[in-house]
């Protein structure tokens, strides 16, 4: 039975707006970076929607219902299920909660997946992925500082990088490619925070002790422009407390054999997202480089990451499986205190 007004009137209709007041469905979805659909799934099914009508009856947002709507995305961009995180922003529109009243939902334990894409698709992946996800392609940077800088906090830079950056930027990187170069933007946003985030999280750069004890170097191959893992590597690495150096994107071969030569390292990592890129003459001519005095002559190890290196890598260099794996086997090295004696 549904509920009259007094004397039997309809219900009232919801207030009306002066024309051009409020804000359509489709620009406040382009300004929160959703899509209209879900605006009207969370009007539908959570009762989250545009509260005003102008005097020709269309709906519009109001500042009320927009800021409950951006708090809705805020939850959600954080790992909040959708109809907790409509409760909450429900919550939060109405005002103070008595003193009794109903605390806000608790983020999901972080050992949980979701297996729900959103905007991006992302698989099957952490919860924070897919908050992450979510701020990026709304554009939201500080969304994106946050997450990213509690993610570094909560799990450490290996952690972070394989389970919540990596996967995310992956996901951005084929919608990218299956869209036709839309989201090329998100793809750069969620890379510069990442980068941002990384370096902030690697210590104070550790100085090299003495000739004899090396470094680790760490250079992309020429031509090759993707650095973020080698930037992961770098922070983990200084988070060891280990020495290690950043040559960065596309070093030529010159600059690499030189910067060898006058560091002396205890190893260089050698990164090639595309197998174009790769160039096993290269890691060759690196691990065979030598210095020191006559009789006890050294060298580098060499390590290659990246999915651009064939899995025929020369027998002399080492091929980490990842993140965990490299920074395990740089440490080895650094403890041993040299490369191969020549």
């Known amino acids: 039975m549904t509920t009259a007004s007094p004397a039997g009137q309809p219900p009232p209709e919801p207030p ?4 051009g007041a409020g804000v359509t469905t489709g620009v406040l979805a382009r300004r929160l970076g959703v899509s209209p659909m879900t605006l009207r799934s969370w009007d539908r099914r959570y009762g989250i929607g545009p509260t005003a009508r102008t005097g020709g009856g269309h709906r519009r947002w109001t ?34 909660p008595p003193a009794q009243g109903t605390a806000a939902p608790a983020l999901p334990p972080t050992a949980a997946r979701s297996r729900v894409a959103g905007a991006l698709p992302l698989g099957d992946v952490r919860l924070e ?12 940077a500080p ?3 946050e997450q990213l800088t509690a993610a570094v906090e909560r799990y450490g830079v290996v952690v972070a990088w394989q389970e919540v950056m990596a996967p995310t930027l992956r996901a951005v990187g084929r919608r990218w490619a299956s869209s036709e170069d839309r989201y090329v933007e998100v793809e750069h946003l969620l890379a510069w925070h990442v980068s941002t985030v990384l370096r902030r999280s690697a210590p104070p750069v550790v100085p090299v002790a003495a000739p004899a004890a090396g470094c680790v170097l760490l250079a992309c191959a020429p031509g090759e422009q993707h ?18 150096r950043m040559l960065g994107a596309a070093v030529p071969v010159e600059a690499l054999d030189a910067a060898v030569r006058r560091l002396g390292p205890v190893a260089v990592v ?5 197998s174009a890129r790769a160039a096993p003459a290269l890691a060759r001519h690196v691990a065979a480089l030598r210095w020191g005095m006559k009789g006890a002559r050294r060298g580098p190890a060499v390590l290659l990451g990246g999915p651009g290196w064939s ?32």
């Open 270 to 274: 050698l990164w090639a997202q595309d």
């Open 63 to 96: 500042a009320g219902d927009v800021a409950t709507v951006e708090e809705m995305c805020r939850l959600t961009a954080t790992g909040v299920p959708p109809a907790d995180a409509a409760r909450a922003a429900r919550t939060a529109a109405a005002g103070p």
């Open 311 to 342: 899995r025929t890598q020369p027998a002399e260099v080492l091929r980490p499986a990842g993140l965990a794996q490299a920074v395990e086997a740089l440490r080895g090295l650094c403890g041993a205190g040299s490369g191969a004696a020549g």
């Open 16 to 19: 009306a707006v002066p024309a």
């Open 129 to 140: 992925c897919r908050g992450l996800a979510r701020a990026a392609v709304r554009l939201d």
């Open 227 to 244: 650095t973020l893992p080698l930037e992961a590597l770098h922070a983990a690495l200084g988070r060891e407390g280990l020495p290690v």
């Open 143 to 145: 969304a994106l500082e």
